[in-house]
């Protein structure tokens, strides 16, 4: 149980283009999921927390017109990188907490590696 | 900012027990410890948290010391697949949304 999947795993894509990725709980509800950023040889930063129904909250120094994130239902978050760039190229992970729980226990997806050219 | 300190990397004979340890000397009463692993290229793994009791599961046991300072997590007979950078993280407030804040962990080398 508590499988998050990240699609697509990985993606080249053109510069200025957009690419859109989907984190998806599939055997729990996720009120909340989180996306994070991981540059080469670095620890795992968070760029946002999205909830359920309402705006997601960025961290400093996080653009929200340029990643753009939606979590429409209890199973699914996508993250939006408008406009992207070659210092956009980074692999972004996506994990969600189960609805209900008081902890920080949370399960992560597999991650997609961006490339930008 | 993190609220941990852990050595950079460690090694470890395979079928031998992996103790990583972890400062956590601010903690305050409220605040659990949780471990994550990041085997290289994929998302991160839960492994086990506590907030003072020692804690064991099927993966590991962590340890944590009376004045809640320290922890240690044992993997009590470490395999190749246990190669990863394991992540101490005390939690923030629950203001903050239940993320969780990575430092940069201990890379953990388990070799034949």
């Known amino acids: 149980g508590a499988v998050v999947s990240q699609h697509p795993s990985w993606v080249i894509c053109k510069s200025g283009t957009s690419v859109k990725i989907e984190c998806r709980s599939l055997d729990f509800q996720a009120t909340t999921m989180f996306w994070y950023r991981q540059f080469p040889k670095q620890s795992l930063m968070l760029m946002a927390t999205s909830n359920e129904g309402s705006k997601a909250t960025y961290e400093q120094g996080v653009e929200k017109d340029k990643f753009l994130i939606n979590h429409a239902s209890l199973t699914l978050s996508t993250l939006t990188v408008t406009s992207a760039h070659p210092e956009d190229s980074s692999f972004y992970i996506c994990s969600a907490r189960p609805s209900g729980t008081y902890s920080y226990e949370q399960y992560f997806g597999p991650g997609t590696r961006l490339t930008v050219t | 900012d993190a609220k941990t300190t852990q050595p950079p990397s460690m090694d470890c004979a395979e079928g031998r027990a992996a103790n990583l340890p972890c400062n956590h000397s601010?903690?305050?009463?409220?605040?659990?410890v949780y471990w994550y692993r990041q085997i290289h290229s994929q998302g991160p793994q839960y492994i086990i948290h506590?907030?003072?009791n020692n804690e064991t599961n099927e993966m590991a046991s962590l340890i944590i010391t009376e004045d809640r300072k320290s922890s240690t997590l044992i993997l009590p007979h470490a395999t190749l697949r246990d190669t990863a950078v394991y992540y101490c993280i005390v939690n923030q407030p629950p203001n903050s949304g239940y993320a969780l804040n990575f430092g940069k962990g201990t890379s953990l080398l388990v070799t034949p």
């Open positions: 506590g907030l003072k």
């Open positions: 601010t903690i305050s009463g409220n605040e659990y």
